[in-house]
């Protein structure tokens, strides 16, 4: 099936895929009926559920920032909802061919039985590497809204349970390293967001984290910044924070700059 070409007001599913995981991606609000979620229950990552005629719910789910309406085929309900949204002032785009196009682009697609409950996250405190690497993953491409409680080490199943809480990148957690592969590694295979960009990203975090970083080239620069991070910033909600940029700036060499170098000489002599 060929992937309708988007009109006016739409948004093709590979240029959505393209903001998905950036700082400043839109907001993607899901409105396909329940009949039709139940014959292919999946989300598009960082995808929020709302249904076509709660103009309340749309509201506050856009709120002030660009969003994406996507159905089924991209037909009534993403454009009767979007029209509802601009009326309000909003910036919406419709996905244009629906959840059925991005299926058949083959882009990623978490199964909704595997969506997180609940917005909050625990772990070990002072993070170095995969720690502050996961919650990005999580923000960016599962639940923008996710919070991170970095408590100490023994305290993090009983935080977990108390508060609610999904531990990661404990020996206990459901979330961890298994084998060679890290946190970020499980993060990614249980919500299937992999992507070529993704991928290559969790092989320098894994080497970075891993006592690899000798395997990978970049793993050393990661591990070398991650170290100098950690000695800046004594709290940890401070230092997640700072870090989100570089793995903004990571994600982006993964996806785009692969093959980019750069060499003083050759510059300054063009």
Known sequence: MATPKPGFDEISPAQLMRLIGLPDAPVVIDVCLPEDVALDPVRIPTAVSATHGDLEALLNLSADRHCVVVCQKGKK??????ALLRAHG???????????????AGLPAIPIDRLPNRPLWVTRHRPKIDRLACPWLIRRFVDPSAKVLYVPPAEVDAVSEKFGAIAFDTPTAAFT???????????????????????????????????????????????????????????????????????????????????ETHDWAEEVAR
């Open 77 to 82: 309900l993403s454009h009767g909802a979007a």
């Open 90 to 104: 909003r910036t919406v785009d419709v996905l244009a061919g629906g959840m059925t196009a991005w299926r058949a």
């Open 177 to 259: 390293h298994r084998d060679e592969k890290c946190t970020f590694d499980a993060i990614i295979d249980h919500f299937d967001l992999h992507t070529p960009a993704l991928d290559c990203l969790a092989k320098v975090i894994r080497a970075a984290d891993t006592g690899a970083a000798r395997m990978v080239p970049e793993a050393a620069g990661l591990l070398a910044f991650s170290v100098g991070l950690s000695r800046q910033f004594k709290d940890d909600q401070t230092l997640l924070e700072a870090a989100l940029p570089f793995y903004d700036a990571l994600y982006r060499w993964a996806r785009d700059g692969q093959g």
